[in-house]
């Protein structure tokens, strides 16, 4: 495995340099935001995700060793298993009451084919999700992805494969063509 770019900034990091804190933020707070926006379908509990994840980060950095996965893969990782805490609690939140107020955003329009590849991609299985936005709105090669979502890059190939079907099988009920 070649060597870590992050792993200078990182041992910084860990080392309380305010300098290279800064540097580590501007440098993977727009990825951890997509990602987690991606995930959660909300982009206040992404902010909220990523504020966790840095505050992780700053918290272990001083401990962390490069071992079989890159710091990318640790960061996204990280992130990943705040949203499944988020996930969770949406599940587990029961309630016998209407909430009394009427939500004031507007419905989505239609028409707008982002917003539709957005709600698709909340309607595949999760693991599914994961790997095609680690991949492909992250960026990640399929040997990165598949280290941060810890299964084989086989594994990882066939979740890319039937989520793509099921997203296209979505959206083509929806009417969107590609």
């Not at 705040?82 to 016998?96: A, I, M």
């Not at 698709?120 to 941060?148: D, G, H, K």
């Not at 084989?152 to 009417?175: F, H, N, Y």
Request: aromatic letters at 6%; a negative charge; charged letters at 30%.
């Amino acid at each position: 495995m070649s060597a870590d770019p992050d792993e200078e900034l990182v041992r910084q990091v860990g080392a309380g340099d305010p300098a290279a804190v800064r540097t580590l933020v501007a440098r993977k707070l727009p990825r951890i935001l997509a990602l987690a926006s991606r995930m959660l379908g909300d982009a206040a509990e992404a902010e909220d995700v990523a504020q966790e994840t840095f505050v992780r980060i700053w918290r272990h950095a001083s401990g962390w060793r490069r071992g079989n996965a890159r710091f990318d893969s640790w960061i996204h990782r990280v992130t990943l298993n705040l949203c499944y805490d988020r996930l969770r609690r949406r599940r587990e939140w029961v309630t016998d009451e209407v909430p009394d107020v009427v939500d004031p955003a507007p419905l989505p329009d239609a028409r707008e084919e982002p917003h539709l590849i957005e709600q698709a991609l909340q309607a595949i299985a999760p693991r599914q999700r994961e790997a095609i936005i680690l991949v492909y709105y992250q960026e990640m090669s399929n040997i990165e992805a598949a280290a941060t979502l810890e299964i084989s890059v086989d594994a990882l190939e066939s979740l890319l494969s039937r989520g793509r079907r099921a997203l296209q099988a979505i959206l083509a009920r929806d009417g969107v063509h590609e």
